[in-house]
């Protein structure tokens, strides 16, 4: 009996325009076997399969295959597939048939299972029959976009440029150089902070949030008094309390509820405001209450670190979700960042001795799959695989129980992070922003003056701006503006022009053009990106432009 060991081939997916793939069959000399290639019908088209013609290197309708090859005496077949280039998703599943008239067959079958623990026939080995398959996928380009943003509105934009990069899926692409612009808003400049690292660039996700958190064992979920109100009208073994003042101005639902006549050896807590729909000073609560009128109810807001999530399989410990109401804190630039982290509480024992040691008390997990599988599904007329992962994250801060059922935002940032998140590995190089400079025209001839007049300010930045242009004493350092107001009331952004009062006198004549460089209303970010393995699916990299610009209003 001859053995046939392994069909060695690239099954990784197939570039659009197609490529030519070589393959071998190893075993025995002398074992023979039978190839054959068949292309599957593209999504919802009616037909046969297409084989390939190993003679001619085209698809066709007949029925076509490599029949009956020996294996030569060093032990290996050598061929090529070529794969022609596609315009829809397309599958193609290679066959090959240990022929046993000819007294052989595969090795022993050893089974590989992807994590959703379905059968990855491209990683197992030999065949419980005379029959092993493999598939091939041939996927269409997917596009990298380059951008600016600004997560928390520091820099509020009128037009934002973008560079669009084609690629195919699971391959790589050289050195490529980008550029796009940035455009503030109207009655703004930019100043320079500092050239763009690679920490501001990041990638966006979204993942569903449940409707109810998780309570990690000893996590207070109450941790403070958030708002208090005045009971209106005494309650004897009832679960509905009227209040002063209108319920959803000092209460959330799930708040824990204390004061006089609440019981202190139970949770009570707020369960619906206005629950009748007839009056909005009234809300209920989880059990029957006895309350004086009069009486300070105090409500805590419910907050927990730990929630499930619809989907982790992109997430990473470190990485940040976008605050907004739901942590408590706006989002502003500079404010602590939400982002997933373990819960830890230790306790110290020997505290204060050459002994000292820590044990851990609570410890909660950045991220938890739960021990259950991903599920993995492949689209069928795309031919691209998806994983979704359930589980449970917990963060840095906690969140309030109205962050349950929330599409979240969560920022990727730097390049082992959007690893993780696009399945793409960058690269970026000679990261540069440049300001586009400002140029306008005196309206008066100064003489020896530091207060000109000229016909706009827009984009020029006080203590920052620095002016040139003729007429401007040569061999010293450009004046800096330090002072910009209006002429006769106007605007800011021209209308009647605008004066400025600069460092240092100067004679000028009217009517010439000055330059103003280090602040102004276009930046231009350049640099180069390396792509070592292209992901999935299109993905925008951002760059976030807090990271190293600083937006200044009009004077």
Known sequence: MKLIQSLNLDTSNIKRLGE????????????????????QPV??????????????????????????????????????????????????????????????????????????????????????????QKVVYQTLDVTITLQGASPNSG??????????????????????????????????????????????????????????????????????????????????????????????????????????????????TVVALNPDTDNAKEFSVSEAVSIDDGVTLSFSNRRNYRWPMADISKFAVGMEFVKGVYFGTAALPGSPAVTIKEYLEQTTVYKGTPDEYKIDKIRSPGLDNLGVPPTITRNATTKVATTVQTGEVTFSHPALLSFGGVNSKIHAYGNSNIKVATGYDVEFSDLAVTLAKISTTTTTAPSNSTSWNITSAVGIAENVSTVSGI?????????????????????????????????????????????????????????????????????????????????????
Request: proline share 4%; with cysteine.
């Open 20 to 39: 030519g793939r070589p393959f071998s069959v190893v075993g025995d000399a002398g074992a023979v076997f039978t190839l054959e290639v068949r292309r």
């Open 43 to 132: 999504a919802g088209a009616s037909g046969m399969d297409n084989y390939y013609n190993f003679a001619t290197n085209l698809f066709q309708t007949t029925e076509t295959k490599l029949n009956n090859i020996t294996i030569p005496s060093g032990g290996t077949y050598s061929g090529s597939i070529k794969f022609p280039l596609a315009t829809l998703g397309t599958q193609y599943d290679i066959y090959l048939l240990a022929e046993d008239n000819y007294d052989t067959r595969h090795v022993d079958y050893s089974e590989v299972r992807f994590d959703d623990n379905s059968v990855d026939i491209n990683s197992s080995k030999g065949s419980m029959s005379n029959m092993l």
């Open 155 to 268: 820099v509020t934009t009128s037009a934002l440029g973008t560079q669009v990069i084609t690629a195919s899926r699971e391959k790589n692409i050289g050195k490529i150089p980008f550029s796009f612009t940035t455009t503030v808003t109207a009655l703004k400049s930019l100043v320079i902070d500092q050239q763009p690292p690679d920490s501001c660039i990041f990638a966006l996700l979204r993942s569903v949030v449940g409707s109810e958190p998780v309570n990690i064992e000893g996590e207070d979920i109450y941790p403070t008094i958030t708002d208090t109100d005045t009971v209106d009208g005494a309650v004897s073994s009832a679960t509905k309390i009227v209040m002063d003042n209108n319920v959803a101005d000092n209460m959330a639902v799930g708040d824990k509820v204390t004061g006089t006549g609440i019981p202190a050896t139970s949770t009570v």
């Open 471 to 555: 007429g401007i004493a040569s061999g010293a350092v450009d004046p800096t503006v330090t002072t910009i107001t209006n002429i006769g009331g106007a605007t800011w952004d021209n209308s009647g022009g605008a004066t400025i009062t600069v460092s240092a006198a100067q004679t000028l004549e009217s009517g010439i053009t000055l330059d103003f460089t280090g602040a102004g209303t276009v930046a231009t970010i350049t640099g180069n990106i390396l792509v070592k393995t292209v992901g999935n699916e299109d993905v925008t990299l951002y760059f976030d432009l807090e990271k190293f610009l600083t937006m200044q209003a009009a004077p």
